[in-house]
């Protein structure tokens, strides 16, 4: 019986790389950020603590070439009611830590001004939050790394980040957002297996194209092909459908074309870059 080979996961306490190369020719510039709640549904959502990383990033090498800004802000909820045991024991934040805290809305606004992207890890719950607050984010650009970047192609089984982490050989167990958006941080900046684009860069390229909402008129037999490519069923309309990116939609195409599929894809809706997420 072959041995399997000995896995050596490391712990990563959140800590920024560091990247320290003179940029030339064009600049990106991005914002990873990640926000803390109280609220499952993001339009009445309590936004209590907002992390964000400006990062400079040479579009020639997709490279980082620095740490812009760093900024971890707590915002007083308050309600009496916010910080319960079960709160307090999923996300280290207690009453005392917030109390009379708010964000500095003018430099946050300035971050809004001044960057191309911005990144969340579940930019379709971040971004509505956000913008309850900070309306001027109409036209900015969010970029989802739970979505928009095609783990399932790449071999990963969940898109969870305690198990991308863990699937790029290193984890972190922290409770509190800075450390999160670190975590991202890292984990954008690596590349898949075999893959010569980081994540970052497969990231940024997808997240100014258009959002293309997509029927696909398939037989019952197709079900497992349907659900392979994560089209959901509509039991409403009586369909199945996927949201997704143009280069996305082209690589499914070749896929289910590859596996004998013989329905259609349809699309039905298309949203421009700045729609995404609201």
Not at 51 to 62: A, Q, T
Not at 63 to 73: G, M, P, R
Request: with cysteine; aromatic share 10%.
């Amino acid at each position: 019986m072959a041995h399997e080979k000995d896995i050596t996961i490391s712990y990563y306490d959140g800590t920024l790389p560091e990247f320290s190369k003179e940029a030339s020719g064009e600049i990106l510039k991005v914002a990873v950020i990640g926000a803390e709640t109280k609220g499952k549904n993001p339009k009445h959502a309590k936004l209590i603590e907002l992390s964000v990383v400006v990062l400079e990033i040479e579009k020639e090498s997709w490279d980082v070439s620095s740490v812009l800004e760093q900024h971890n802000w707590f915002q007083d909820p308050e309600e009496e009611d916010a910080f319960s045991d079960a709160f307090i024991a999923a996300t280290g934040i207690t009453q005392e830590m917030v109390a009379g805290k708010s964000i500095d809305s003018r430099a946050f606004e300035d971050i809004i001004d001044s960057v191309d992207i911005f990144i969340a890890y579940n930019a379709g719950y971040v971004r509505p939050v956000l913008q309850e607050q900070f309306p001027n984010l109409e036209n900015s650009i969010f970029a989802c790394v739970r979505n928009q970047i095609d783990w399932s192609s790449k071999g990963y089984e969940s898109r969870s980040l305690s198990h991308l982490t863990k699937d790029h050989f290193w984890y972190n167990d922290s409770l509190r957002m800075q450390d999160r958006v670190g975590v991202l941080v890292k984990l954008l900046s690596e590349k898949s297996e075999g893959q010569e684009v980081s994540y970052l860069q497969e990231l940024c390229e997808r997240a100014e194209e258009p959002l293309i909402t997509v029927e696909a008129q398939a037989g019952h037999r197709e079900k497992y092909l349907m659900k392979k490519e994560r089209f959901r069923w509509d039991p409403r309309e009586k369909t199945f459908l996927r949201c997704m990116g143009s280069s996305t939609l082209e690589r499914v195409r070749k896929s289910l074309n590859s596996r004998g599929f013989q329905g259609k894809l349809i699309e039905r809706d298309r949203k421009s870059a700045c729609e995404r997420f609201k």
